[in-house]
């Protein structure tokens, strides 16, 4: 891959970490799509394919889905996002952010150019330069279009995804422009000897060393995507991303229509339940179910 990123190792613990310390977590949607529900549980049959795409079901049978990112705040380490939710120019012109492909697939974007999460931020009194992490579950447009509003950031991206665009296309979901920057990317890599257990997650790293955020790997969705846990000052929410873009995916097992692999995909899934099981006061937040964002308190 040409590219100007040069990504490096994390060394974790991340600096900030205090004991005891818990996070705020702020939801913060950027757009919402329309899409055809196949796309989201997959339908049966040869020609399933024609209505994940939305070919012949008409429009009002398609379903909001949201564009969310997270802004969570640190006692210690200070401002940081999970993903980036879609860039404001996604709002004028898709295309030239998203490119042709994703343009295509993100259709009846609903979005106005301040709902971008940089300009949200600014109106909590948070400068996008003051983000100091940027945790991507994964590199799929909807999450890393507005990776470039950050450039003062350290990016986490494990090195499993960072592979699997390196070497990918936007015929598998990846617009290389999105996260061709020369930021500080930092890959972690879940197939070391460091990477520990966590609940019901068979591998995860502690970011700052104080039990407040975890990444969680959850593969399936992309051969990279991980997940995060966070503990608040009531309960822990495991932030999904998209290793679940809909709750009836975790609760009845109907898959979405694409994944990169499925046997990772439904090892993801056992962990997240086993993780449920012995967390049951604990929030999930899946990646793009409207129900379930629309319960979503304003923060945690």
Not at 70 to 87: K, N, R, S, W, Y
Request: net charge negative; proline share 6%; glycine share 8%.
């Amino acid at each position: 891959m040409a590219t100007a990123a040069e990504p490096r190792p994390v060394q974790l613990p991340m600096k900030g970490g205090g004991e005891g310390a818990n996070v705020k977590l702020t939801p913060i949607l950027t757009a919402t799509v329309a899409a055809p529900i196949a796309w989201l549980l997959r339908a049966d049959g040869r020609m399933a394919w024609r209505s994940a795409f939305g070919f012949g079901v008409p429009k009002d049978q398609w379903v909001k889905t949201p564009i969310q990112c997270f802004l969570v705040e640190h006692p210690g380490a200070g401002p940081m996002l999970i993903d980036t939710g879609f860039h404001a120019s996604v709002a004028v012109k898709p295309r030239s952010n998203l490119g042709l492909l994703a343009s295509r697939l993100y259709r009846d974007i609903d979005m106005r150019p301040e709902q971008a999460a940089s300009a949200q931020l600014r109106d909590r009194g948070i400068e996008p330069s003051s983000v100091g992490t940027v945790i991507m579950t994964h590199l799929h447009p909807d999450h890393a279009s507005a990776i470039v509003d950050y450039p003062e950031a350290t990016f986490l991206v494990s090195s499993a995804e960072w592979e699997a665009a390196a070497g990918g296309s936007q015929r598998d979901g990846y617009v290389k422009r999105q996260f061709d920057h020369g930021f500080d990317y930092r890959l972690i890599d879940f197939d070391s000897n460091d990477a520990n257990s966590f609940s019901g997650f068979a591998r995860s790293f502690d970011v700052f060393g104080d039990g407040s955020v975890r990444v969680v790997f959850t593969p399936g969705h992309t051969m990279g995507h991980m997940s995060v846990v966070l503990r608040t000052a009531d309960d822990e929410v495991l932030v999904a991303g998209d290793a679940i873009f809909m709750h009836r995916t975790l609760e009845d097992d109907h898959l979405p229509h694409l994944v990169a692999d499925e046997h990772l995909f439904r090892r993801s899934l056992r962990e997240i339940r086993q993780y449920t099981k012995e967390t049951p006061d604990a929030l999930v937040i899946p990646g793009h179910d409207w129900d379930a964002w629309q319960k979503l308190d304003a923060s945690y």
